[in-house]
């Protein structure tokens, strides 16, 4: 379902935007890491789902302990980061997730329409309010959108990005379709002032209800390679507790690795991980150029236990979703 629906994905990544990576070179591969996260590229799995904190005034990526982040300030709309939990105020830290809640940070999602039929598309429309519980209509724009939204069912089954359109008077709207019965969660991934003025990233996650037997689907056992479409997606590193790692991704064609990786949303490549058993939210994005041919993320795990990635690129003005299931010892 994500396939195919360029131009709608999204993608908050931090590309290269103004201030982004800027300032930390592209590190030879193999070499320089702590230049990257000083270019605020990192994004810990884990700590990931904190995109929100990049826009924070003082600094906002979440760098891992012991890493220092460096010049940045990210303008709304700029940098590298994660999404992840309400980041106002609050620090990194490894193993925070966000999308648990409807409300977080003196923001609240308001869903008006809730209930869905299967397969069958329908208008999904909400409203973030926030600390005085008037709707908020002034979003930073952040890798390209203003909003990011992520949609998967219970299972993680089902997953799609999509971006949804706001009315002057701050309801969104975005066609859904949810193809098979149960609950599903639909993660609002923005950026706005809280009512202090600051720069906030949240993530707040609702339920959404489709009629009908449900019937889960099994985790697939963890795997390195992926298959979507002609391409075959790969990843090499393993996300640690606690502490951020490399991680690279490669498409693959016909065997060959694939010339034509294109930019979507300011950056080669997203990747969400949504954590089996809670469907904590982790959203973070790569480091501004390719490292030999490979889009590399920095990621920490949030906890022990299963998640399911979700690798967005595009080649040909078409993005595709590599969907792999990783395990945290
Ligand atoms: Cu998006």
Do not use: C
């Amino acid at each position: 379902m994500s396939v195919e629906q360029a131009g709608t994905r999204d993608q908050r990544e931090l590309t290269d935007e103004p201030d982004a990576i800027e300032p930390a070179p592209v590190p030879a591969p193999g070499g320089g890491r702590m230049a990257l996260f000083v270019g605020g590229l990192i994004l810990a799995l884990v700590g990931g789902f904190g995109l929100g904190r990049l826009n924070t005034d003082s600094g906002g990526t979440s760098a891992p302990a012991g890493v220092t982040s460096g010049d940045h300030t990210h303008a709304p709309g700029t940098a590298p980061h994660e999404h992840g939990p309400a980041s106002a105020g609050t620090g990194p830290s490894a193993g925070e997730v966000g999308g648990l809640a409807l409300s977080s940070a003196g923001f609240t999602m308001v869903p008006v329409t809730g209930a869905f039929q299967v397969g069958q598309s329908q208008p999904f429309q909400f409203r973030v309010l926030g600390a005085d519980r008037k709707p908020v209509t002034n979003f930073a724009v952040v890798h390209e959108k203003p909003l990011h939204m992520i949609v998967a069912r219970r299972d993680l089954s089902g997953y799609q990005h999509v971006h949804p359109t706001m009315a002057p008077d701050g309801t969104w709207s975005v066609p859904l379709t949810l193809a098979t019965p149960g609950i599903w969660r639909a993660y609002a991934d923005f950026t706005a002032p809280d009512a202090a003025g600051k720069q906030t990233a949240v993530t707040l996650g609702v339920d959404l209800v489709v009629n009908g037997d449900y019937v889960p689907r099994g985790l697939p056992p963890a795997a390195r390679e992926a298959s979507v479409g002609e391409f075959t997606v790969t990843y090499e590193g393993t996300p640690q507790l606690g502490a951020s790692a490399p991680v690279l991704f490669r498409v693959f064609a016909n065997g060959s690795p694939v010339a034509g990786l294109e930019r979507y949303l300011g950056s080669y490549g997203h990747l969400v991980a949504l954590r089996a058993g809670d469907m904590g939210y982790v959203h973070v994005h790569p480091e501004a150029e390719l490292v030999g041919g490979a889009v590399k993320f920095w990621l920490a795990a949030p906890s022990p236990g299963d998640y399911r990635l979700f690798f967005d690129f595009q080649v040909g003005g078409v993005v595709r979703t590599a969907e792999l299931t990783l395990t945290v010892a």
